[in-house]
């Protein structure tokens, strides 16, 4: 039986952690993501307004009638009210309707654009680097032409030679087909300063297949440097996507951000004093680019060495 006095030690004893617990969560998880926070703040306010917008379109698709977002038979010109809360323009749609629906639209036709533009480039990067040769050659071609033809052009090309108008992927497929000549340009000029590396060499000597030392030596290195290209392509797509929009050559039947545009465009919105039609899309757009541009400069702290600041 223990005595009073050995049951007193044992109850003044600290007890040790148990291992997994919050404190070590904390240190190993939550700790290095505020301490990157606080060292990196434009990725942190790039994704805060993006995420705002995120926000805004979920609530908004769940509280809603999103659905007002069409013309009305009988149209009226409203200014913003409890009932709508942007207004109405004057074919009758619910301006906050519109706003709701075509924010994820026009977004989804950048990341289709973006997505497309570095897989393509990518894989024409790696190839013409890495390969040299013949390939390298006609890639440098491509791309050498492709820069120097204006893109606006082509993309009005493309829109007009498709019958029934561009749909919102074909858009962005569209904006594809000119977009990945860029990131095929700069990601091929960090491949080639990649292949001359040590380990590089290294993994080649000992026999490695090309596509192993691509996939497991380069790729690993070259994930941050690809991501910010991501978030440029993105961008530039919605840029050019709102531009064809603009001029008419956009999906007539979506409500996206460079119709939206377009609308206040052909029925003189400034002229007839309808504040409340154009502030909205050019708002959100103004949120769109300032956070891809935020994020973008926090990705390229990230993928260079030289960017990045002490804890």
Do not use: C
């Amino acid at each position: 039986m223990a005595t009073p006095a050995t049951t007193d030690e044992a109850m003044t004893t600290p007890q040790p952690e148990i291992p997994g617990g919050w404190s070590d969560f904390y240190d190993n998880r939550i700790d290095p993501i505020i301490r990157y926070a606080k060292r990196n703040p434009p990725l942190i306010v790039g994704l805060s307004l993006l995420s705002v917008l995120m926000i805004f379109v979920g609530l908004g698709h769940l509280f809603y009638d999103h659905e007002q977002f069409r013309p009305l038979s009988a149209p009226t010109r409203e200014a913003p009210s409890w009932e709508y809360p942007f207004g109405t323009d004057t074919q009758g749609r619910d301006l906050f309707a519109v706003a709701i629906r075509g924010t994820p639209l026009t977004l989804r036709i950048g990341l289709i654009a973006g997505s497309v533009a570095v897989i393509v480039g990518t894989v024409v990067a790696f190839l013409a680097a890495y390969y040299r040769g013949w390939v390298d050659s006609l890639v440098r071609l491509f791309v050498d032409v492709g820069l120097t033809i204006p893109p606006l052009l082509i993309l009005v090309l493309i829109a007009i030679n498709i019958s029934g108008g561009l749909t919102v992927d074909q858009m962005g497929l569209a904006i594809a087909t000119v977009a990945w000549v860029f990131p095929a340009r700069t990601i091929r000029a960090q491949v080639l300063v990649l292949r001359e590396k040590s380990y590089v060499e290294i993994a080649r000597l000992s026999g490695s297949s090309g596509l192993s030392i691509i996939f497991k030596e380069m790729m690993p290195n070259l994930i941050p440097y690809i991501t910010a290209s991501f978030v440029t392509s993105v961008a530039a797509g919605i840029l050019a996507s709102i531009g064809l929009e603009a001029i008419g050559l956009g999906p007539f039947d979506s409500p996206t951000l460079g119709m939206t545009i377009f609308w206040n465009i052909q029925f003189s919105s400034i002229i007839l004093g309808m504040w409340w039609w154009w502030l909205p899309p050019v708002i959100t757009i103004i949120f769109v680019f300032v956070g891809l541009f935020m994020i973008s400069a926090g990705l390229d702290e990230w993928s260079n060495p030289r960017l990045r600041k002490s804890v």
